[in-house]
């Protein structure tokens, strides 16, 4: 990777400009499309070993999933290609942080501000569900935020298609991030779209509670928890609405879960008045720093009401 340098150019196309950030699998950069003339982002890995062969496979199945997947809330994949063993990734560029850095500026995210994201990534999900894919490593960190308050889910890197028997996976490894993988995951058992949806739980209370909720402290243990353990309280005055999402979610049968993430975009949608609302006002009013008090909300006109998945009401 010692030749990615700001101005070297892949495929005579994409000039590198600046580093955004590093990781197991590359780097992903800021880039000029020189045919376009916009910038866009670039993950770049170099396979060397087998693993990183296996990685590279990721790379491929990630411009194929998300190349399905057209939707305001999924980060756009514009190109798959290779450099001189360099496999990289072009993709929609996102000016904006990363919901899990969001919420370590910040603490905690107040109920409306929770409710606009676990509905955009609602969204984002029906999606990709409707194609068939379970994304598997639903996380903050993997979590964009716009400017105007959209949030943008990306990395399909070990996203299964269902219809499919073969997946990208390394052999004895865990399929996804232990804090936000679903009962079923930790078990190595088939995994679901309603998989996606605990996963989107645990998100939601992480957000309104600031810690993650089965975290024991070992991966192991972590991953016991989600088989065996109930998650704390949700804060006192979350709204009814948010509360019934959230709990239903992380049901450890799947079958208790929501029916689908269409749903839950069905119930979370009735108190906004515009999905990306609430966050993009917290932006533009707290900037990069704090939330104000006066941006915390109570509960909901839904206040009493915990949703049965199936039958929603019509109101």
Not at 54 to 69: D, K, M, V
Not at 78 to 107: C, K, N, Q, S, W
Not at 197 to 226: N, R
């Amino acid at each position: 990777m010692e030749r990615l340098v700001p101005g070297f150019v892949l495929t005579s196309r994409y000039r590198l400009d600046h580093l955004v950030a590093a990781g197991g699998m590359g780097q992903v950069w800021a880039v000029t499309d020189g045919v376009l003339e916009r910038t866009v982002a670039v993950k770049v890995m170099h396979p060397q070993t087998q693993e990183q062969q296996a990685l590279a496979a990721r790379f491929r199945a990630e411009a194929r999933f998300a190349a399905q997947i057209s939707h305001p809330n999924v980060v756009e994949v514009f190109d798959f290609g290779e450099h001189d063993g360099l496999a990289y990734l072009v993709m929609e560029f996102i000016d904006g942080p990363t919901l899990a850095g969001l919420l370590e500026a910040r603490g905690t995210l107040p109920a409306d501000v929770v409710r606009s994201v676990l509905c955009q990534l609602a969204g984002a999900l029906e999606r990709a569900h409707a194609h068939g894919i379970v994304h598997r490593d639903l996380k903050p960190s993997n979590v964009l935020i716009t400017q105007d308050g959209y949030v943008k889910l990306m990395d399909f890197g070990i996203a299964k298609d269902v219809g499919a028997g073969a997946s990208h996976t390394l052999t004895g490894e865990v399929v996804g991030t232990t804090y936000y993988i679903s009962p079923e995951q930790a078990l190595g058992d088939v995994v679901t779209l309603r998989s996606d949806l605990y996963s989107l739980g645990v998100v939601g209370h992480e957000l309104l509670t600031g810690a993650k909720p089965f975290d024991k402290g070992t991966p192991i243990a972590t991953a016991l928890a989600h088989l065996e353990d109930q998650p704390p309280p949700l804060p006192a005055d979350t709204p009814n609405d948010l509360a019934g999402v959230i709990t239903s979610c992380l049901a450890k049968d799947p079958a208790q879960r929501p029916d689908s993430a269409g749903a839950i975009v069905t119930v979370l949608s009735r108190s906004l008045l515009s999905p990306a609302a609430p966050l993009a006002a917290a932006l533009l009013d707290g900037g990069a720093g704090t939330w104000s008090p006066a941006e915390a909300s109570g509960p909901s006109s839904t206040q009493g009401w915990v949703p049965t998945w199936g039958r929603l009401p019509n109101h």
